[in-house]
Protein backbone atom coordinates (compact mmCIF):
# COMPACT_ATOMS: atom_id res chain seq x y z
CA UNK A 1 0.00 0.00 0.00
CA UNK A 2 2.76 2.17 0.53
CA UNK A 3 3.13 3.39 -3.13
CA UNK A 4 -0.62 4.40 -2.96
CA UNK A 5 -0.57 6.01 0.30
CA UNK A 6 2.79 8.15 -0.33
CA UNK A 7 2.06 9.13 -4.24
CA UNK A 8 -1.77 10.04 -3.37
CA UNK A 9 0.18 12.19 -0.92
CA UNK A 10 2.37 13.74 -3.31
CA UNK A 11 -0.30 14.59 -5.96
CA UNK A 12 -2.99 16.33 -3.61
CA UNK A 13 0.25 18.47 -1.95
CA UNK A 14 1.45 19.24 -5.01
CA UNK A 15 4.88 17.56 -4.82
CA UNK A 16 6.74 16.33 -7.73
CA UNK A 17 7.94 13.66 -6.24
CA UNK A 18 7.06 9.54 -7.23
CA UNK A 19 7.24 6.48 -4.51
CA UNK A 20 8.32 3.29 -6.35
CA UNK A 21 9.11 -0.28 -4.30
CA UNK A 22 11.88 -2.24 -4.18
CA UNK A 23 11.60 -5.70 -3.02
CA UNK A 24 15.33 -7.39 -2.98
CA UNK A 25 16.33 -9.89 -0.14
CA UNK A 26 19.23 -8.46 0.58
CA UNK A 27 21.40 -4.97 0.45
CA UNK A 28 22.51 -6.02 -2.78
CA UNK A 29 24.15 -3.51 -5.73
CA UNK A 30 20.48 -2.30 -6.79
CA UNK A 31 20.14 -1.24 -3.65
CA UNK A 32 23.23 0.57 -2.85
CA UNK A 33 22.82 1.34 -6.45
CA UNK A 34 19.25 3.35 -5.60
CA UNK A 35 21.23 5.02 -2.31
CA UNK A 36 23.38 6.98 -4.58
CA UNK A 37 21.25 7.84 -7.44
CA UNK A 38 21.05 11.63 -8.21
CA UNK A 39 17.04 11.87 -7.69
CA UNK A 40 16.77 9.89 -4.59
CA UNK A 41 15.18 11.05 -2.03
CA UNK A 42 14.27 8.47 0.44
CA UNK A 43 12.80 5.69 1.46
CA UNK A 44 10.83 3.11 3.87
CA UNK A 45 12.54 0.04 4.99
CA UNK A 46 10.94 -2.97 5.88
CA UNK A 47 11.72 -6.46 6.82
CA UNK A 48 14.20 -7.87 6.20
CA UNK A 49 16.37 -4.74 5.67
CA UNK A 50 15.89 -2.93 8.74
CA UNK A 51 18.91 -3.92 10.21
CA UNK A 52 21.07 -4.62 7.84
CA UNK A 53 20.81 -1.40 5.53
CA UNK A 54 22.49 0.50 8.60
CA UNK A 55 25.72 -0.11 7.06
CA UNK A 56 24.90 2.35 4.35
CA UNK A 57 23.90 4.92 6.43
CA UNK A 58 26.09 7.71 7.17
CA UNK A 59 24.32 8.50 10.60
CA UNK A 60 21.71 7.33 12.87
CA UNK A 61 19.14 9.46 14.89
CA UNK A 62 19.51 8.83 18.64
CA UNK A 63 15.59 6.83 18.20
CA UNK A 64 17.17 4.49 15.70
CA UNK A 65 20.68 4.33 17.66
CA UNK A 66 18.30 3.07 21.02
CA UNK A 67 15.58 0.96 18.73
CA UNK A 68 18.16 -0.63 16.43
CA UNK A 69 16.40 -1.36 13.38
CA UNK A 70 15.84 1.45 11.05
CA UNK A 71 12.62 2.08 8.95
CA UNK A 72 12.90 5.42 7.45
CA UNK A 73 16.41 6.78 5.12
CA UNK A 74 16.00 10.30 4.53
CA UNK A 75 18.43 11.99 2.28
CA UNK A 76 20.66 15.13 3.40
CA UNK A 77 23.35 17.37 2.99
CA UNK A 78 25.77 18.62 5.48
CA UNK A 79 27.71 22.30 5.57
CA UNK A 80 30.15 21.59 3.15
CA UNK A 81 27.81 20.37 0.90
CA UNK A 82 28.31 16.58 0.78
CA UNK A 83 25.23 14.48 0.41
CA UNK A 84 24.60 12.01 3.02
CA UNK A 85 21.74 9.61 4.58
CA UNK A 86 20.52 9.52 7.62
CA UNK A 87 18.55 6.50 9.19
CA UNK A 88 15.16 6.52 11.72
CA UNK A 89 12.89 4.67 13.14
CA UNK A 90 9.22 6.27 13.24
CA UNK A 91 7.74 3.22 14.18
CA UNK A 92 7.55 4.58 18.17
CA UNK A 93 6.19 8.09 17.23
CA UNK A 94 3.54 6.47 15.99
CA UNK A 95 2.53 3.51 18.52
CA UNK A 96 2.75 6.50 21.15
CA UNK A 97 0.53 8.64 19.36
CA UNK A 98 -1.99 5.72 19.43
CA UNK A 99 -1.63 5.36 22.73
CA UNK A 100 -2.45 8.90 23.54
CA UNK A 101 -5.55 9.23 20.89
CA UNK A 102 -6.89 7.00 23.16
CA UNK A 103 -6.33 7.14 26.55
CA UNK A 104 -8.94 8.36 28.35
CA UNK A 105 -8.07 11.54 30.11
CA UNK A 106 -8.10 9.87 33.50
CA UNK A 107 -5.40 8.00 32.18
CA UNK A 108 -3.12 11.57 31.67
CA UNK A 109 -0.34 9.45 33.62
CA UNK A 110 0.38 5.79 31.96
CA UNK A 111 1.27 4.42 35.83
CA UNK A 112 1.79 0.74 33.94
CA UNK A 113 2.21 -0.94 31.17
CA UNK A 114 2.63 -4.25 29.22
CA UNK A 115 4.39 -5.19 26.11
CA UNK A 116 4.24 -8.89 24.72
CA UNK A 117 7.46 -10.36 22.41
CA UNK A 118 11.24 -8.73 22.59
CA UNK A 119 11.69 -8.35 18.74
CA UNK A 120 12.52 -4.58 16.94
CA UNK A 121 8.89 -3.89 17.26
CA UNK A 122 8.96 -3.93 21.51
CA UNK A 123 11.99 -2.06 21.27
CA UNK A 124 10.13 0.98 19.14
CA UNK A 125 6.97 0.20 21.35
CA UNK A 126 9.20 0.68 24.86
CA UNK A 127 10.40 3.98 23.25
CA UNK A 128 7.28 5.53 22.84
CA UNK A 129 6.26 4.44 26.39
CA UNK A 130 9.16 5.87 27.83
CA UNK A 131 8.34 8.77 25.78
CA UNK A 132 4.66 8.92 27.63
CA UNK A 133 6.63 8.69 30.76
CA UNK A 134 5.61 4.92 31.58
CA UNK A 135 6.01 4.57 35.28
CA UNK A 136 6.42 0.96 35.02
CA UNK A 137 7.01 -1.39 32.11
CA UNK A 138 6.45 -5.36 32.19
CA UNK A 139 7.80 -7.56 29.37
CA UNK A 140 6.69 -10.68 28.38
CA UNK A 141 8.11 -13.02 26.12
CA UNK A 142 8.11 -16.86 25.56
CA UNK A 143 11.74 -16.80 25.63
CA UNK A 144 13.08 -15.50 28.56
CA UNK A 145 16.90 -15.22 27.16
CA UNK A 146 15.39 -12.62 24.28
CA UNK A 147 14.03 -10.35 27.05
CA UNK A 148 16.45 -10.27 29.48
CA UNK A 149 18.81 -8.94 26.61
CA UNK A 150 16.08 -6.40 25.81
CA UNK A 151 16.11 -5.13 28.98
CA UNK A 152 19.71 -4.61 29.23
CA UNK A 153 20.45 -2.88 25.78
CA UNK A 154 17.19 -0.56 26.11
CA UNK A 155 15.48 -0.67 29.26
CA UNK A 156 16.16 1.37 32.34
CA UNK A 157 14.89 0.29 36.25
CA UNK A 158 11.44 0.43 35.51
CA UNK A 159 11.65 -2.39 33.73
CA UNK A 160 9.70 -5.65 35.21
CA UNK A 161 10.19 -9.46 33.46
CA UNK A 162 7.18 -11.62 33.66
CA UNK A 163 7.24 -15.57 33.76
CA UNK A 164 3.49 -15.62 32.92
CA UNK A 165 0.43 -13.65 31.34
CA UNK A 166 -1.39 -13.62 34.52
CA UNK A 167 -0.77 -9.98 35.56
CA UNK A 168 -2.67 -10.63 39.12
CA UNK A 169 0.17 -11.91 40.25
CA UNK A 170 2.29 -8.96 39.81
CA UNK A 171 3.65 -6.98 42.47
CA UNK A 172 2.34 -3.34 41.60
CA UNK A 173 -0.94 -2.33 39.41
CA UNK A 174 -2.07 -4.10 36.66
CA UNK A 175 -1.15 -2.54 33.11
CA UNK A 176 -3.76 -0.12 31.65
CA UNK A 177 -1.70 0.20 28.56
CA UNK A 178 -0.97 -3.51 26.81
CA UNK A 179 0.76 -3.92 23.35
CA UNK A 180 1.39 -7.23 22.16
CA UNK A 181 3.98 -7.08 19.03
CA UNK A 182 3.89 -10.73 17.81
CA UNK A 183 2.15 -11.58 14.34
CA UNK A 184 -1.66 -12.28 14.75
CA UNK A 185 -1.85 -16.47 14.39
CA UNK A 186 0.98 -16.62 17.14
CA UNK A 187 -1.66 -15.86 19.66
CA UNK A 188 -5.26 -16.90 21.10
CA UNK A 189 -7.77 -16.32 23.46
CA UNK A 190 -8.81 -19.98 23.77
CA UNK A 191 -6.59 -22.23 25.72
CA UNK A 192 -4.10 -25.14 24.57
CA UNK A 193 -4.26 -23.83 20.95
CA UNK A 194 -1.21 -25.79 19.82
CA UNK A 195 1.99 -23.05 18.95
CA UNK A 196 0.38 -20.34 20.09
CA UNK A 197 0.33 -17.90 22.93
CA UNK A 198 -2.61 -17.72 25.18
CA UNK A 199 -3.80 -14.13 25.98
CA UNK A 200 -6.07 -14.71 29.01
CA UNK A 201 -8.98 -12.07 30.16
CA UNK A 202 -7.38 -11.42 33.18
CA UNK A 203 -4.68 -9.15 30.91
CA UNK A 204 -7.42 -7.10 31.33
CA UNK A 205 -7.96 -6.35 35.04
CA UNK A 206 -7.28 -2.56 35.03
CA UNK A 207 -10.65 -0.31 35.29
CA UNK A 208 -9.77 1.42 31.76
CA UNK A 209 -6.44 1.16 28.90
CA UNK A 210 -6.01 0.67 25.75
CA UNK A 211 -4.42 -2.14 23.98
CA UNK A 212 -2.53 -1.47 20.61
CA UNK A 213 -2.05 -4.67 18.17
CA UNK A 214 0.41 -4.43 16.03
CA UNK A 215 -0.42 -7.41 14.17
Known amino acids: ?10 DHMGLLHSY ?4 PNQVDADVRS ?3 DADFGGASVTIPLKRDITPQLDVLTPEANAIGPVNTVILFTNASG ?7 NTDWIGIRNVIKVLLLPSL ?18 ISALHALGASRIYLFNRTWQ ?6 HTILDANAELLDTLDVTSVQGPPPSVI ?35 MA
Do not use: K, W, Y
Not at 1 to 6: A, I, K
Not at 83 to 88: C, M, Q
Open 82 to 88: HRGLFGD
Open 34 to 36: TLA
Open 1 to 10: MSPTLHDTAF
Open 179 to 213: VPTVPAPATTTEEQVPDALFLPSSLFIADAGVVVD
Open 146 to 151: SAENLV
Open 108 to 125: NNVESCLVISAGGTARAT
Open 20 to 23: GRRE
